[in-house]
C-alpha cells in the first residue's frame, strides 16, 4: 500500500460585506441600527469592528455585530470590520455617519456605505421635535367633540332627507297610521249598517 499525505489548512477570508439588521429611515427618528460584518468565505472567521482615527484606528470591540446610536455616533466618523484567520485578513467597506441632529433636539442621523445609494431624512427634518402630550383630559375631550361630531352629522343627514326634524317626521307618521285605521273603522262600520238596512228592506 502507498502512503497518502494529507494536509488540512484554512480557506482565506473573502472581503467582508456589511448588512444591515433594520431599514436605514430608522435612524430619521434616532433610532438604533445594527450592522452585521459577514465574511462569504473563509475558515475560523475572526471579526473585529474599528473606528476610524487620525493617525491610529480605535478598536470598538471583537464582534460581528456593532450597534450605532446617537450617544456614540459623531458626525463625519467612519466605522470599519475587518475578518481575519490565520491565512488572510481583509477590511470592509467603510460606514460613514452624518449627525443632522443632535439627541437633546431630536436625533436625527444618517449612515452611509462607501459606494453605495445615499438616503435622506427630509420628512423628518421638516417636522418638530416636540410632540403633543396625551393626557387624560385631552383624551375626554376628543372623545366628546367626536361623539357631539358625529351625533350633529347624523342631525344634519337626516334633516337634509326630511327636511324636518326628527321627532316631527315620527309623528306625522303616527298621525298618519291612526288616520288610516280610523277611516278602515268608518268604512268597516257603514258596510255593516248598510247591510242591515238592506236585510230589513228585505224581510218587510
Not at 429611515?25 to 482615527?53: F, H, I
Not at 421638516?126 to 352629522?153: C, H, I, K, M, Y
Request: a positive charge.
Amino acid at each position: 500500500m502507498a502512503p497518502i499525505s494529507l494536509t488540512v489548512s484554512e480557506a482565506a477570508v473573502s472581503q467582508p460585506r456589511l448588512q444591515f439588521l433594520s431599514a436605514l429611515s430608522e435612524t430619521c427618528w434616532g433610532q438604533p441600527l445594527t450592522v452585521r460584518c459577514l465574511s462569504d468565505q473563509g475558515t475560523n472567521v475572526r471579526y473585529g469592528w474599528y473606528k476610524a482615527g487620525g493617525s491610529q484606528d480605535i478598536p470598538l470591540g471583537a464582534a460581528r455585530d456593532l450597534r450605532l446610536h446617537c450617544d456614540i455616533v459623531g458626525d463625519g466618523e467612519q466605522y470599519y470590520c475587518r475578518a481575519s484567520n490565520s491565512v488572510s485578513s481583509k477590511r470592509s467597506h467603510s460606514v460613514s455617519a452624518q449627525l443632522l441632529r443632535p439627541a437633546e433636539k431630536g436625533c436625527v442621523y444618517i449612515l452611509t456605505v462607501e459606494g453605495e445609494h445615499q438616503y435622506d431624512c427630509r420628512d423628518r427634518l421638516r417636522t418638530s421635535t416636540a410632540l403633543p402630550q396625551d393626557t387624560t383630559e385631552d383624551r375626554s375631550f376628543f372623545n366628546q367633540s367626536t361623539a357631539v361630531s358625529n351625533n350633529s352629522e347624523i342631525n344634519v343627514s337626516l334633516r337634509a332627507w326630511s327636511g324636518m326634524p326628527v321627532w316631527y317626521e315620527a309623528l306625522r307618521w303616527l298621525l298618519l297610521a291612526s288616520l288610516v285605521t280610523a277611516l278602515c273603522l268608518v268604512h268597516r262600520c257603514s258596510r255593516a249598517q248598510s247591510r242591515r238596512v238592506r236585510g230589513l228592506y228585505t224581510s218587510s
